[in-house]
């Protein structure tokens, strides 16, 4: 397929992807919201729980919640459960067309391990799998009756998924893969557990036997899951884009405080929802602020002494020849590209000028560019561009 035809898949998979993510993450925030919300009120019908009030798009809605199902359930009974399953579904699309298609560029630094594009599918695939089955045990075994200690379990095998990500896979690679490990967890959650659990107890319930409480206890458990993961996924995903989050060398750092920061805004979203006043969540805002602030801290660019170093326009038009105008010409003569990637020329000193910021995130103070560093561009030779671009 033409690089042209690919990119429309990869868009067209891209748009997919963000539209039934946003409908399983928009399904979580409002029924999360929604349960929360529920009331006692007078007068409920039995098996009653909770209500709600709610005004939406010139609309009164009242729900009710029903702890044990109602005697007999609707033949149009809505349950909640593509969205999630199509998110994983163009999420794993997108992960063939941009990374494993694209494998030398996008996923495989050789400097970090120099990997065959074959070898490193397999390792991506194979590792979310495993991921999947190592956060399954943890969940059933005697640990996860604690979901204060499940939770930091959790939380390790994320960090520690980054850490091996960042050991095998290039800087951006890494990241994404982190995003998959834990989108994998959660669609896996919805499809192998909640709704099958939810299905079951449905079935006991019309059948008039009492269902299995573990089987509610356990959906519980990974939805709380679900419910802390779904802001820390969404920057994960969106991390290509931020080459200062995963050019550290540490970036499991990173993945670490990007868990705690976004898992505090989760929680505070929630008890928000669940009425609790300002005094009783506060702690989330410095937990937040704190987070931020050693984040900034650990992704800060190195400095670069330019005290004393003149790079001529000539010298950089040299490494830009070498190391970037295959890919970022009019017409680049790179197999992988049609037309310059994102629109970014650098052919001239004034390209080059013209993109001083990105340039200098991309390759001076990280190494996300040249793509897999295909041209094996020196230390020596980001720290000229460096000084060159500083100076201006
Ligand atoms: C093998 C092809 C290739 C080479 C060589 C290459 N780039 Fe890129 N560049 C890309 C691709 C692909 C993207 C778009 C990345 C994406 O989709 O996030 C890109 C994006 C960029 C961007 C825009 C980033 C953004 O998101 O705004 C900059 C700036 C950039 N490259 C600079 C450079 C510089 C400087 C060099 C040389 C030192 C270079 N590139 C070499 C393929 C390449």
Not at 121 to 138: E, F, K, M, N, T
Not at 151 to 165: E, G
Not at 267 to 277: E, Q
Not at 286 to 312: E, F, H, K, N
Request: glycine share 10%; with cysteine.
């Amino acid at each position: 397929m033409s690089a042209f035809l690919l990119e429309w898949v990869n868009l067209v998979i891209r748009w997919a992807h963000l539209v039934v993510g946003i409908g399983w993450i928009g399904t979580s925030f409002y029924f999360i919201a929604l349960d929360l919300g529920l009331r006692k009120r007078e007068g409920m019908p039995e098996g009653v729980y909770g209500t709600a009030w709610e005004v939406h798009g010139g609309g009164f809605y009242h729900v009710q919640k029903y702890l044990v199902a109602p005697k007999t359930l609707p033949p149009d009974l809505i349950w909640f459960k593509w969205e999630a399953y199509l998110t994983w579904v163009t999420g794993f699309g997108l992960l063939i067309v941009q990374y494993y298609v694209h494998a030398r560029a996008f996923l495989i630094n050789p400097a970090v391990m120099p990997l065959l594009p074959a070898q490193a599918v397999v390792i991506s695939v194979l590792s979310l799998g495993a991921g999947w089955l190592i956060y399954d045990r943890i969940c059933k075994s005697p640990l996860g009756r604690n979901p204060t200690l499940l939770a930091v379990l959790v939380f390790v095998l994320i960090v520690f998924a980054a850490y091996v990500y960042g050991n095998v896979f290039s800087g951006r690679g890494a990241f994404i893969h982190v995003g998959a490990f834990v989108g994998t967890i959660m669609a896996v959650n919805v499809f192998g557990l909640i709704i099958p659990n939810q299905k079951k107890i449905t079935a006991s319930l019309l059948a008039g036997r009492a269902p299995d409480p573990a089987l509610g206890a356990q959906g519980k458990q990974r939805s709380v899951h679900n419910n802390y993961l779904t802001l820390p996924v969404l920057v994960l995903m969106v991390s290509a884009h931020y080459p200062m989050l995963f050019s550290h060398p540490h970036s499991w750092l990173v993945v670490a405080l990007i868990l705690v920061i976004g898992g505090s805004a989760r929680h505070l979203l929630n008890r928000h929802d669940a009425g609790d006043p300002l005094a009783k969540i506060w702690w989330t805002l410095p937990v937040m602020a704190v987070g931020l602030a050693a984040a900034i801290w650990l992704t800060a660019p190195q400095r670069i002494d330019t005290t004393g170093v003149v790079v001529s326009d000539g010298e950089v038009l040299a490494i830009l020849g070498k190391h970037c105008a295959t890919c970022h010409a009019p017409r680049p003569s790179h197999d992988g590209f049609d037309a310059p990637p994102k629109g970014v020329v650098l052919l001239t000193i004034d390209d080059v000028v013209r993109n001083r910021e990105q340039v200098l995130a991309q390759t001076v103070h990280g190494d996300a560019m040249p793509l897999g560093n295909e041209t094996e561009m020196t230390t020596a030779e980001r720290a000229a561009l460096g000084a060159f671009l500083m100076s201006r």
